[in-house]
């Protein structure tokens, strides 16, 4: 069973570019989670995703970041007009059920790092 | 707002000392608290998750202890070792999961 797949794990874009970074959650886990780690800082939550749902989206940027889980396919955060800013490393996490109310652990990739240039 | 803090943000101690790295968190009314190892350039590796209703877990040389009604964790590290360098972040889920800045430990040989 493969953990936590994320792609690509290393993105350099210009100022003004569209990053996407890929998640695929393990298998039989419909729960997916971006996190945002900034040098030097803890991970910030991002978006809560189930199948086609965004269920909680408190963490993102309100402009240029999107996120989507497809019914089929990977989950995919994407960010238009990338910024300097924007450099960070983002995971994605997964669950099978929702991972507080169960008490489930919560596996994490292994994070895309993007660097804006 | 949950807040959590880890305290200290470094710590670097010689190899073979046993050490205490600190959680706090300000909300109480959490589902679980989890502790996670990262190294540079890496993803997260979960060490320990302990549940509301429990006080502790361990494994191998770690031990964690949670007091929810004071908001607080401890991750007990035995005899450190210099493989155990590595950033060390502690999280609280409750309706989802925040994270501490975390403590970057160093284990000197």
């Known amino acids: 069973n493969a953990g936590v797949m994320q792609n690509p794990r290393h993105l350099v874009r210009r100022r003004g570019q569209e990053a996407r970074l890929r998640c695929s959650p393990m298998?039989?886990?419909?729960?997916v989670y971006w996190y945002r780690q900034l040098p030097e800082e803890g991970l910030k939550f991002m978006v809560y995703?189930?199948?086609?749902?965004?269920?909680?989206e408190s963490g993102m940027p309100k402009e240029r970041f999107s996120a989507e889980f497809p019914k089929e396919g990977p989950s995919i955060l994407r960010i238009q007009q990338v910024v300097r800013g924007d450099s960070a490393a983002y995971f994605c996490?997964?669950?099978?059920?929702?991972?507080?109310?169960?008490?489930?652990?919560?596996?994490f990739g292994e994070g895309s790092w993007l660097t804006v240039v | 707002k949950q807040e959590v803090t880890q305290i200290p943000a470094a710590l670097s101690v010689p190899e073979g000392e046993n050490l205490v790295l600190n959680c706090s968190f300000t909300d109480s009314a959490i589902y679980n608290l989890q502790w996670f190892r990262q190294d540079p350039g890496k993803g997260l590796t979960s060490l320990l998750l302990i549940q509301s209703s429990q006080r502790e877990q361990t494994s191998g040389r770690l031990n964690a202890s949670l007091d929810k009604s004071s908001g607080r964790s401890t991750l007990y590290i035995a005899a450190s070792q210099p493989g155990d360098s590595a950033t060390y972040l502690c999280a609280v889920t409750n309706n989802d999961m925040r994270f501490g800045a975390g403590t970057r430990l160093t284990v000197k040989p």
């Open positions: 995703l189930q199948k086609e749902n965004i269920i909680d």
């Open positions: 298998k039989g886990h419909s729960h």
């Open positions: 996490a997964s669950s099978p059920l929702e991972g507080g109310y169960s008490g489930n652990t919560i596996y």
